[in-house]
C-alpha cells in the first residue's frame, strides 16, 4: 500500500464520491428489483457493498477519513441490526487496523525527529507495523537499556490530509447520511474537527501518557506504558504484551470476559478524570488491550494513545454533572428541569414540563437506578430508536434541549463508552462506580 495521498485534489474525490457510490448502488438495487430480486436480497447487498467501499476508503485514506470512520465504529451498536449486520464486520476491522507505509519512509522519519544516531538507542525495529490507525503506525522494537517498546510515527503529510479531510467531510455530511442511516454525522465531524491539531501533536500526546503512566503504575486493573522518548513524529513508549483488544472480546469473549473487561473499561473511564486531571477521550476498543492473568485468566486492561484527552478544568468531572445524573435516577424530574436550567442545558425561552423530561431521560438513568445492568445492542438501538422517532415523546425532547460547550467533548466521550459497553454485552455495576467515580452522585 502506498503512504498518504499527497494531493488534497485526489482524497477530496475519493470522499466526495462516497454519497455519489451510494446512489449508484441504489439505482442498481432498483433495476434488480425491477428484474425481480427480492426487497429485502438487494437491500442486503446494497448495504453489504456500501459498507466495503465506504470503510475502505476510510481506512485506505487514513487521515481524518479513516478518524472519522473510527469514530463512527464505536456508534455501531445503535444501529438497528438489520442495517448495523453488513457494516459490523468493516466496522470493527477499521478499528484496530490499516494499511502500513513501507519501511524506507519510516526509517527516514526516525533519522529526521531522533537523530542520524537513531539506530544507537533504538537498538532493533521490526519493519513490519504492529498497528496502523489514523495518523500513525506503531513498530516493536527494543531500546538500548533493553526495553520492549512501541514506536509511534505520524504518516508523512497528516496535518494537511487531517484537516483537509474533515473539512470536505463536514461539506458532504448530508449525503454520507444514508450510507450510516442512524448516525447524526455532523457534530460528530465537527467534534472531530475541533481536536484535530491535539492529536497531531505527540509531544502533548506524550505529557497526557506520562501523567497517566505515573498515576496508573503498579495499578491492579489498568497498564499504562511508560514514554521512553518523544520528538516531534515519533513516539516511543514502553511495549505493552498483548495479542488482542476489546474488539476480540466483542467478536467472541466469553460472558466472563466480557464483564470483566467491561468493568475495567467502564472504571478506567470515569476515574481516570479524577486521579490524572484528564479525560481519555478516544474509547474504541483498538486503544484497549487485554493483559491475560494467571493461567489465562482475564487480567488487566492496557490502555493505548493519549493524542484525545481532555483536560478538565476542575482536573475532574463537573460535580454538576453527578448531581444531575443523581436527581434523575430519583425521578425528581421537576428539580430536574431546574437544575437543567441553571446548567444551561435548557434555554431561558424553551419549554419543557416534567412528564416530557421524564419520557426522553427516564430509559438513559436505567443503568444508574439498579444495582447491576446489563448493556446489549437491544437496548442501545432501542435508545436511538426512541430518540429518532418523530411520532414519538423523546424526539421534541432531544431536539430543545442544548448541550454546553463544556460538556460537549464529555458527552461524545461518555456516549461512545456506552457504545462499547453495548458492543461488549457486559453486565456491570453501573451505579457502583458512578457512585465511587463521579463527583457529585454520592452527595
Given at each position: 500500500m502506498s503512504e498518504l495521498p499527497r494531493k488534497a485534489v485526489a482524497r477530496t474525490a475519493k470522499l466526495a464520491a462516497l454519497p455519489l457510490g451510494y446512489a449508484g448502488r441504489t439505482a442498481w438495487g432498483l433495476g434488480k428489483r425491477m428484474g425481480g430480486a427480492s426487497a429485502e436480497a438487494v437491500l442486503a447487498e446494497v448495504q453489504?457493498?456500501?459498507?466495503?467501499?465506504?470503510f475502505r476508503t476510510l481506512g485506505d485514506l487514513k487521515g481524518g477519513a479513516m478518524k472519522f470512520g473510527q469514530a463512527m465504529s464505536i456508534f455501531e451498536a445503535a444501529l438497528p441490526e438489520e442495517l448495523a449486520a453488513p457494516y459490523r464486520e468493516q466496522l470493527t476491522r477499521l478499528q484496530d487496523s490499516a494499511p502500513p507505509m513501507p519501511t524506507m519512509t519510516v526509517r527516514e522519519i526516525l533519522a529526521r525527529e531522533l537523530g542520524a544516531d537513531w539506530r544507537d538507542h533504538l537498538v532493533e525495529l521490526d519493519p513490519v507495523p504492529a498497528?496502523?490507525?489514523s495518523i500513525g503506525q506503531v513498530h516493536r522494537g527494543r531500546w538500548a537499556d533493553g526495553r520492549e517498546v512501541a514506536v509511534k510515527v505520524q504518516y508523512p503529510g497528516s496535518a494537511e490530509a487531517l484537516t483537509s479531510d474533515l473539512r470536505q467531510l463536514a461539506r458532504v455530511a448530508r449525503g454520507l447520511g444514508p450510507l450510516v442511516p442512524g448516525l447524526d454525522i455532523k457534530p460528530l465531524i465537527a467534534e472531530l474537527q475541533a481536536r484535530a491539531v491535539e492529536e497531531l501533536d505527540y509531544e502533548l500526546e506524550a505529557e497526557?501518557?506520562?501523567?497517566?503512566?505515573?498515576?496508573f503504575r503498579d495499578?491492579?486493573?489498568?497498564?499504562?506504558?511508560?514514554?521512553?522518548?518523544?520528538?516531534?513524529?515519533v513516539l516511543v513508549t514502553e511495549w505493552i504484551e498483548s495479542q488482542d483488544s476489546l474488539a476480540r472480546i466483542i467478536r467472541e469473549g466469553t460472558q466472563e470476559e466480557r464483564d470483566h473487561y467491561g468493568e475495567r473499561f467502564l472504571r478506567f473511564m470515569f476515574a481516570a478524570p479524577g486521579r490524572t486531571g484528564m479525560l481519555h477521550a478516544?474509547?474504541?476498543p483498538g486503544n484497549f488491550r487485554l493483559l491475560p492473568g494467571p493461567g489465562g485468566s482475564p487480567g488487566r486492561l492496557g490502555v493505548l494513545d493519549f493524542g484525545a484527552v481532555a483536560r478538565l478544568p476542575e482536573r475532574q468531572l463537573p460535580r454538576s454533572l453527578g448531581a444531575l445524573i443523581r436527581i434523575a435516577t430519583m425521578a425528581d424530574?421537576?428539580?430536574?428541569?431546574?437544575a437543567l436550567r441553571d446548567e444551561g442545558f435548557i434555554r431561558e425561552r424553551v419549554r419543557i414540563d416534567a412528564d416530557q423530561l421524564r419520557a426522553y431521560l427516564g430509559p438513559f438513568i436505567e443503568p444508574a437506578s439498579v444495582a447491576e445492568f446489563h448493556f446489549s445492542r437491544t437496548w442501545m438501538?432501542?435508545?436511538?430508536?426512541?430518540?429518532?422517532?418523530?411520532?414519538?415523546?423523546?424526539y421534541p425532547v432531544m431536539l430543545r434541549l442544548n448541550l454546553p460547550p463544556a460538556y460537549m467533548l464529555i458527552h461524545r466521550t461518555f456516549a461512545g463508552g456506552i457504545g462499547v459497553l453495548s458492543q461488549l454485552e457486559a453486565t456491570l455495576p453501573f451505579r457502583e462506580v458512578?457512585?465511587?467515580?463521579l463527583p457529585g452522585f454520592a452527595d
Open positions: 453489504q457493498r456500501t459498507a466495503e467501499q465506504l498497528a496502523a490507525a497526557a501518557q506520562r501523567a497517566f503512566a505515573e498515576e495499578d491492579p486493573d489498568i497498564v499504562v506504558p511508560d514514554v521512553v522518548v518523544s520528538a516531534g513524529t478516544d474509547p474504541h424530574y421537576e428539580q430536574l428541569l431546574a438501538q432501542e435508545q436511538f430508536r426512541r430518540v429518532q422517532d418523530p411520532r414519538g415523546e423523546a458512578l457512585r465511587e467515580s
